[in-house]
T-cell receptor, first 116, second 115 residues
């Protein structure tokens, strides 16, 4: 069965400091991994995804994520946080097998707050 | 190019009333999805569609029905609303499944309250 865990409900960081939002996953086959961001009263916006290849994936707004197969993790990172990065972040996983027809399994979300 | 749009944005229902949520996409996507978002629970898939005229159940389908009569539209119906269906509903769409992995694009959401 596919599942995603975001172990931190909330992450607080000072502006200018590096940030990390953690995600671990469980899938039967090869994982396709995604990060989405949700600003207040808005829909989810795609940030980045890992399908195959380089373990370090770069995405929108200066975010990047590192795929670690041995630790089954896909942590979201940014070298220098901005107050405008404050939002709800979701990790999602899809099994690479065709039988799951593109269904995504989402984590519960991590609220990121960046203090000025 | 509007992407994924949802109507209405807000709605308040009384228990037992019915309503239909409309999702439209202009990206010629094959796949469409309905999710609900509840605090602390992430997004859960209600129903999805892999093409015009086809639908399938997701993780939490009970109390909902869907239809995909046109490729660009995906309707979510509540026949007899219950307070447990108070939630924020998101529609999403993606291209036909491919080896590179599909990104789902989300609408702005519908906030539904059932009294």
């Amino acid at each position: 069965a596919q599942s995603v865990a975001q172990p931190e409900d909330q992450v607080n960081v000072a502006e200018g400091n590096p940030l990390t939002v953690k995600c671990t996953y469980s899938v039967s086959g090869n994982p396709y991994l995604f990060w989405y961001v949700q600003y207040p009263n808005r829909g989810l916006q795609f940030l980045l995804k890992y399908i195959t290849g380089d373990n370090l994936v770069k995405g929108s707004y200066g975010f990047e994520a590192e795929f670690n197969k041995s630790q089954t993790s896909f942590h979201l990172k940014k070298p220098s946080a901005l107050v405008s990065d404050s939002a709800l972040y979701f990790c999602a996983v899809r099994d690479g097998r065709g039988s799951t027809l593109g269904r995504l399994y989402f984590g519960r979300g991590t609220q990121l707050t960046v203090w000025p | 190019n509007a992407g994924v749009t949802q109507t209405p944005k807000f709605r308040v229902l009384k228990t037992g009333q019915s309503m239909t949520l409309l999702c439209a996409q202009d990206m010629n996507h094959e796949y469409m999805y309905w999710y609900r978002q509840d605090p602390g629970m992430g997004l859960r898939l209600i129903h999805y569609s892999v093409g015009e005229g086809t639908t399938a159940k997701g993780e939490v389908p009970d109390g909902y029905n869907v239809s995909r009569l046109k490729k660009q539209n995906f309707l979510l119906g509540l026949e007899s609303a219950a307070p447990s269906q108070t939630s924020v509903y998101f529609c999403a769409s993606s291209y036909r499944l491919s080896g590179s992995g599909d990104t789902q694009y989300f609408g702005p959401g519908t906030r539904l309250t059932v009294l």
